[in-house]
């Protein structure tokens, strides 16, 4: 019985994580769309999620606002002495390490405490360094 019990407990709260879907996660997956630009990261990811008050937005380097992420982003180096943004090579740039919560990170996940990028917003920000992380 004690196992029962157990057993019902873990499929409870694995199944009551999975809610509805925010409007957060709807601005997330909607960076699935379009060729992958910096525009568009800018836009979907970083202008609803990083380049907050608080956080990227003004106290927390890098600076992720719309007139600065850019350049404080590619081929900048991170803390750990790693790229955050290596042009045509996401697996060795930090930020995006930092988003999928890679082994290599310092610190935890961005954002911290979620929302989590969806998987297409993730494959929005590898798309645009993998065409070299241009400036468009």
């Given at each position: 019985m004690?196992?029962?019990?157990?057993?019902?407990a873990l499929v409870w709260t694995g199944t009551s994580c999975s809610g509805?879907?925010?409007s957060t996660d709807m601005v997330f997956d909607s960076a699935a769309e379009g060729p992958a630009t910096f525009a568009q990261v800018q836009e979907t990811i970083f202008d609803v999620s990083c380049a907050l008050s608080g956080c990227h937005g003004d106290s927390a380097w890098p600076n992720l606002s719309a007139e600065q992420a850019y350049d404080n982003i590619v081929r900048l180096e991170s803390s750990r002495g790693m790229a955050l943004v290596e042009p045509?090579?996401?697996?060795?740039?930090?930020?995006?390490l930092k988003l999928l919560?890679?082994?290599?990170?310092?610190?935890?996940?961005?954002p911290?405490?979620?929302?989590y990028l969806t998987p297409a917003a993730l494959e929005t920000v590898r798309t645009w360094i993998e065409k070299g992380a241009p400036n468009d």
């Open positions: 004690k196992g029962l019990i157990v057993l019902v509805p879907t925010t045509s090579d996401p697996d060795n740039s930090y930020l995006y919560a890679d082994a290599d990170i310092d610190g935890v996940r961005m911290p405490n979620g929302p």
